[in-house]
């Protein structure tokens, strides 16, 4: 079989200014290490492979490598042997991923239990292991990624020691909670923190206004955020261990996907056209509603600047994975939110359902979760369970729901403090944090500065 080839969600914008439009199609390896296009598009495979019913339900009680050995291989089967692959896998995922029980046949998947206690960890993890692996000897990689909380963490750690390969991690000064900055500062090694004056989107468009430099071009960069195919990838693959876990033969599953830059929610529409049978793809906000109100009205305005909210690492106001969206519905948005191309809204309001959860409601979530289930949540966690409450209250009841944990409470201690009265209990991964020592570069949201830093800092060769 001919292997996976990716294009640019640019590839048509002939005539506007400022892109030129990359018409090629690239590997999977090109585009992992490039991060994104030239023409500062997102790569898509030109084509997305099956995964049979009984392959999906040969996964019961399988442990949770065997799932992402089949999603893996269906999409790199023509680029790395199976034996490699299985090795990458093994060592990328040495953590469980609990599906907890709440009420009825509704779970919460807690896809905080790997290194830094966030569901980026899985995509994070598995991502450092093929880009070590592809990566070309001799000339050094430098990773830049933007974070709204968890993703630059669970980056570092799991880049941290890679041979050949540095990290930068970018992230909005005030907007991060103090565990969070913890974590951040205090990686070390090979992987250096900066600390931005600004906005998450702020962090993200530095980082692409440097992939997109041309004279930049000598320092090997590529990205460790999802705008990384390689990060869209292993998020495909939690959705099919999940449903081979809890499901019945050929039933439907609904899935809630606490939402800020859309690469969660994307590796599970990926899933559903891989041949999970997802019923409805939910997808909760917080008060950064550009999403929710595009489905109903039709029309897509960015929030600018995002808002600041409980939910910080959803701190999005224009998501990065929307041209992905876009792109598999018929559509095309650039990265500054232009609309070249409406999507199909019809197809994408039955596949997809959006509601933006305020943070009081984020906080009512919490509450009373636990004092009816006796389960703590954070508040991402809560804003997925809260999402899928609206939509069964709004559609009603489906038999067969699981809403993503993505995020340890332990994470947000003074907020469960304050609204529960208890201190979550503080995962392994997290044990003696406070008392580790580490210092970011702090920086405004300023290019030339930021270009200046990474010219007198970073090298070439390896």
Request: charged residues 25%; aromatic residues 10%; hydrophobic residues 35%.
């Amino acid at each position: 079989m001919e292997p996976i080839r990716y294009y640019s969600t640019n590839r048509n914008l002939d005539g506007v200014p400022g892109i030129t439009p990359f018409k090629g199609h690239v590997s999977f390896r090109d585009a992992l290490l490039q991060g994104q296009a030239p023409d500062e598009g997102l790569y898509m495979p030109d084509r997305i492979p099956c995964i049979s019913r009984e392959d999906i339900a040969s996964l019961k009680g399988k442990p949770y490598t065997e799932a992402a050995m089949l999603v893996a291989d269906a999409f790199l089967a023509e680029e790395i042997d199976a034996a490699t692959l299985r090795s990458i896998i093994e060592d990328s995922y040495p953590f469980t991923v609990p599906l907890e029980h709440v009420v009825g046949r509704k779970y919460i998947m807690r896809l905080d239990q790997g290194p830094t206690a966030s569901f980026k960890d899985f995509a994070a993890r598995m991502m450092a292991r093929l880009m070590g692996h592809f990566r070309d000897r001799g000339r050094r990689l430098h990773v830049l990624v933007a974070t709204s909380g968890d993703t630059g963490s669970a980056v570092g750690e799991s880049f941290k020691g890679i041979e050949g390969i540095d990290v930068y991690i970018l992230y909005p000064r005030g907007e991060v909670s103090g565990r969070q900055k913890k974590q951040l500062d205090t990686i070390g090694g090979n992987v250096q923190a900066i600390s931005i004056d600004g906005k998450f989107d702020d962090c993200q468009n530095l980082v692409k206004q440097a992939f997109a430099d041309p004279s930049l071009a000598y320092l090997s960069f590529t990205s460790a955020n999802s705008i990384n195919f390689g990060r869209i990838l292993p998020q495909m693959v939690y959705y099919f261990y999940a449903y081979g876990q809890i499901s019945r033969p050929g039933e439907g599953i609904v899935v809630s996907v606490p939402s800020g830059n859309f690469g969660n929610a994307l590796g599970c529409e990926y899933a559903r056209r891989m041949g999970l049978p997802v019923e409805k793809l939910v997808m909760p906000t917080n008060e950064n509603d550009e999403f929710p109100r595009f489905l109903e009205k039709g029309t897509y305005e960015k929030v600018s600047p995002s808002l600041a909210c409980l939910s910080n690492a959803m701190n999005v106001g224009h998501p990065s994975n929307l041209a992905r969206f876009f792109e598999l519905y018929g559509g095309t948005v650039d990265r500054t939110g232009m609309v070249h191309r409406n999507p199909d809204v019809g197809a994408m309001r039955n596949h997809i359902f959006s509601v933006s959860i305020s943070d009081e409601e984020t906080k009512r979530c919490i509450k009373k979760t636990y004092e009816r289930y006796g389960i703590v949540l954070e508040p991402h966690g809560a804003v997925g369970w809260r999402g899928l409450e609206t939509y069964l209250e709004c559609y009603g009841d489906f038999p067969l729901c699981v809403s993503l944990e993505t995020a340890h409470p332990a994470k947000f201690p003074d907020e469960i403090m304050k609204l529960l009265g208890i201190t979550p209990e503080t995962p392994d991964s997290m044990k003696g944090l406070d008392e580790k020592k580490g210092r970011p570069v702090r920086l405004p949201a300023d290019y030339a500065l930021f270009k200046e830093y990474l010219q007198d800092n970073l090298r070439s060769e390896a």
